[in-house]
T-cell receptor, first 112, second 110 residues
Framework: NAGVTQTPKFRVLKTGQSMTLLCAQD?????MYWYRQDPGMGLRLIHY???????AKGEVPDGYNVSRLKKQNFLLGLESAAPSQTSVYFC???????????FGQGTRLTVV | DQQVKQNSPSLSVQEGRISILNCDYT??????FLWYKKYPAEGPTFLIS?????DKNEDGRFTVFLNKSAKHLSLHIVPSQPGDSAVYFC?????????FGTGTRLQVFP
């Protein structure tokens, strides 16, 4: 049982570079979320999706784009990375309303 | 604007005693609340939840209390064990969004 899998686990980027973080879930969940975790800030919602082909902005969407072309995958893109985007990124998914969300193991991104 | 607040960044409790973690929220539209536990270098894992139509939910050593009039929830862990040492996040659903607090680091010492 893989659950929620994030790729890659670690990455170092130079300022201005682009990259895509992949989140894959095998639970047939409708809802998927991207968060970033920073010291003292908790988990902040970047973007989320309520189903295949849909995306919506969260609390801190600037500088990020997302796509949900397939139900099982939710991609987070950084078009031009900035040092302020150094963080640990978590993906999560859930099935129906008012149920728990399941998290991936995280991606540690450093932008230098 | 922080909609879910955990005002205590850390808490230290002796093994065997009760741990009480607190959470306040500002949005009266939240209708479902959850607590997550997080160890270093791992993703958060679900602990316990409560619907806004209830005021208490219990699961083994963990009990969550909800006071809607005060917009406050708390997590009680009894008895506390060293393995409970982790960061605890409260979270709430606002329609489709899942919003988290800033977390409280719990340390349980012998």
């Amino acid at each position: 049982n893989a659950g929620v899998t994030q790729t890659p686990k670690f990455r170092v980027l130079k300022t201005g570079q682009s990259m895509t973080l992949l989140c894959a879930q095998d639970m047939n969940h409708e809802y998927m979320y991207w968060y970033r975790q920073d010291p003292g800030m908790g988990l902040r919602l970047i973007h989320y999706s309520v189903g295949e082909g849909t995306t919506a902005k969260g609390e801190v969407p600037d500088g990020y784009n997302v796509s949900r072309l397939k139900k099982q995958n939710f991609l987070l893109g950084l078009e031009s990375a900035a040092p302020s985007q150094t963080s640990v990124y978590f993906c999560a998914s859930r099935g129906s309303a008012n149920t728990e969300a399941f998290f991936g193991q995280g991606t540690r991104l450093t932008v230098v | 604007d922080q909609q879910v607040k955990q005002n205590s960044p850390s808490l230290s409790v002796q093994e065997g005693r009760i741990s009480i973690l607190n959470c306040d929220y500002t949005n009266s539209m939240f209708d479902y609340f959850l607590w997550y536990k997080k160890y270093p270098a791992e993703g958060p894992t679900f602990l316990i939840s409560i619907s806004s139509i209830k005021d208490k939910n219990e699961d083994g050593r963990f009990t969550v209390f909800l006071n809607k009039s005060a917009k406050h929830l708390s997590l009680h862990i009894v008895p506390s064990q060293p393995g409970d040492s982790a960061v605890y996040f409260c979270a709430a659903y606002n329609t489709d969004k899942l919003i988290f607090g800033t977390g409280t680091r719990l340390q349980v010492f012998p």
